[in-house]
């Protein structure tokens, strides 16, 4: 059955408590999820700079052609970076963490923005002082090791990652992950409610009979509520007892008579 827009309004106010329970379940599991079983994940950033290459009388000469070459340099240097030539120097320096290579890849993420000679380095981990410590040695080392790697030294840091009083999280936010749950819930929620009364094909309206039977309706018995049921049971008897002290004062009159 087709339905139009205020009966779409109607339906979703007529099952709204369907609506609601579905939103509220599944609201409540994830933030229960979001809380208890999942941990937040901290992030912590270093920048680098490809620089050009002195030339052999020790003066820098800024052209286009140098900067292009060091550009072209920042993507086989965001390859080095993880690689074990670099990953595992860090993880000689910190023993303690049992981190394996390729685990330690996945902590590491380098990015670049287009045409510059910057590139962005982060750690990702459970505890932010974690992901400082890790991003600040794959910087250290990377910078130590490209001289060996690539035979120049054309790196600088730019920063490292600074200590922060109150870090934010970057993953598993339990408050973004409820009012995605929440948003996600009450589509999928009105979707079914929609769904269910398009497939059910029962006849409850005068527009259902129309539609069914393709003739016009004549003449139609509202709907009888229990309550209504009982004011009239209490009127008819009104009525009746007013009807036989009616019948008795006339009978009364007519003896008398």
């Not at 827009?5 to 408590?17: C, D, G, H, N, S």
């Not at 920048?47 to 050009?52: A, C, D, E, L, Y």
């Not at 009104?238 to 004062?249: R, T």
């Given at each position: 059955m087709e339905l139009e827009?205020?009966?779409?309004?109607?339906?979703?106010?007529?099952?709204?408590?369907i609506i609601a329970t579905v939103v509220a379940l599944v609201?409540?599991?994830?933030?229960?999820?979001?809380?208890?079983?999942l941990k937040p994940v901290y992030a912590a950033n270093a920048?680098?700079?490809?620089?050009?290459l002195n030339d052999n009388s020790g003066v820098q000469i800024i052209d286009s052609s140098t900067i292009n070459a060091s550009i072209l340099l920042v993507n086989t240097y965001k390859e080095i970076v993880k690689t074990p030539a670099i990953l595992e120097k860090v993880l000689a320096r910190f023993p303690e963490s049992?981190?394996?290579?390729?685990?330690?890849?996945?902590?590491?993420?380098?990015?670049?923005?287009?045409?510059?000679?910057?590139?962005?380095?982060?750690?990702?981990?459970?505890?932010?002082?974690?992901?400082?410590?890790l991003v600040n040695a794959v910087v250290d080392v990377f910078k130590?090791?490209?001289?060996?790697?690539?035979?120049?030294?054309?790196?600088?840091?730019?920063?490292?990652?600074?200590?922060?009083?109150?870090?934010?999280?970057?993953?598993?936010?339990?408050?973004?992950?409820?009012?995605i749950s929440f948003l996600v819930s009450l589509i999928i929620a009105i979707g079914l409610v929609i769904l269910w009364e398009y497939l059910n094909e029962t006849i409850r309206t005068e527009k259902d009979v129309e539609l069914f039977l393709e003739v016009p309706m004549l003449a139609a018995v509202s709907k009888i509520r229990s309550k209504d049921l009982k004011v009239n049971r209490r009127q008819m008897s009104?009525?009746?007892?007013?009807?036989?002290?009616?019948?008795?004062?006339a009978q009364t009159e007519a003896r008398s008579r």
């Open positions: 827009l205020r009966e779409y309004v109607q339906l979703i106010l007529r099952r709204w408590w609201t409540l599991s994830t933030g229960i999820v979001s809380y208890v079983f920048k680098i700079i490809v620089n050009k049992k981190l394996t290579i390729e685990e330690l890849a996945k902590k590491i993420s380098v990015n670049s923005t287009n045409d510059t000679q910057v590139i962005t380095l982060a750690a990702s981990d459970e505890s932010f002082a974690e992901a400082q410590r130590q090791e490209i001289p060996t790697i690539m035979n120049v030294d054309n790196v600088n840091i730019l920063y490292k990652a600074m200590e922060q009083s109150n870090p934010r999280p970057v993953k598993n936010i339990p408050e973004f992950n409820i009012a009104q009525i009746s007892l007013g009807e036989a002290v009616n019948v008795n004062v």
